[in-house]
């Protein structure tokens, strides 16, 4: 595991975000350390999606703040990236590439920096074999994989992703999991949502469960035992932790 840090690298204070009029998150609180873990889950309509979007800066908050260490060093991979970038007549590499615009900026001239970035990206993602695949070739879960990559491609401090094996088969699942555990292990910090309580509940140190509130928010163990949890979810809860 990686060394746990004091350093806080998203902080999350008095956050609120309303839609309409109609308010989706209420007074949210909470800290990101470096080496975290965490898990966003919650019912549907919860507001887990716009969160990780606040935190992005791709809302603006009605209240409260959001401070990132470096935004230019968060890696996103978005819930509808594995559909949408399949009509975009790309290879790996050139999707891959992209990456580097948060970093280097759309103007400047790519360099052997970038280069190197990008194929330690395709390396680490077990994706170098199909550089030269177009995306829309790609089976569910290699396209999570490249997209992924994509985000490591920009060498950020912090992965975000949203709904990552929403398309994605139930063994290509398992891969996609334990390949995350390994980029953990290497030290990055790694900010998931997903519906799937059970699943992430077992992968990740640290779980956030929001129903517009913030429910809780603790160690994954306790979290599952958590009473509120259950108020959210009913008693599956309880069966799930006993799988």
């Not at 909470?30 to 606040?54: Q, R, S």
């Not at 990132?68 to 790996?92: E, K, N």
């Not at 590439?97 to 948060?102: C, L, M, N, P, W």
């Amino acid at each position: 595991m990686p060394v746990k840090s004091a350093k806080t690298v998203i902080g999350v204070k008095d956050l609120s975000f309303t839609y309409g009029g109609n308010p989706i998150l209420e007074r949210i609180s909470f800290e990101v350390k470096a080496g975290d873990y965490v898990g966003i889950i919650g019912p549907n309509g919860g507001g887990k999606t716009t969160l990780l979007k606040l935190m992005l800066g791709l809302l603006s908050p009605a209240t409260g703040s959001v401070t990132l260490g470096d935004r230019d060093r968060i890696g996103y991979v978005p819930q509808r990236g594995s559909t949408d970038d399949l009509l975009f007549p790309a290879t790996v590499e050139e999707v891959i590439a992209s990456g580097r615009t948060a970093t280097r900026g759309v103007f400047s001239w790519w360099t052997k920096a970038d280069q190197t970035a990008v194929t330690k990206a395709m390396k680490t993602s077990d994706v170098s074999h199909l550089a030269k695949r177009r995306i829309g070739t790609l089976s569910g879960g290699e396209r999570q994989r490249v997209l992924i990559a994509r985000a490591l491609a920009g060498e950020p401090v912090v992965l975000m992703l949203d709904e990552p094996t929403a398309a994605v088969d139930a063994p290509s699942q398992e891969a996609f999991y334990a390949f995350l555990q390994k980029l953990h292990k290497q030290g990055l910090t790694i900010v998931i949502v997903s519906h799937d309580v059970d699943i992430i509940t077992h992968e990740v140190s640290t779980v956030l469960c929001l129903n517009r509130h913030l429910v809780c928010h603790g160690p994954a163990n306790e979290v599952m035992e958590h009473s509120a949890l259950e108020k959210v979810y009913g008693k599956q809860t309880k069966i799930m932790h006993q799988h």
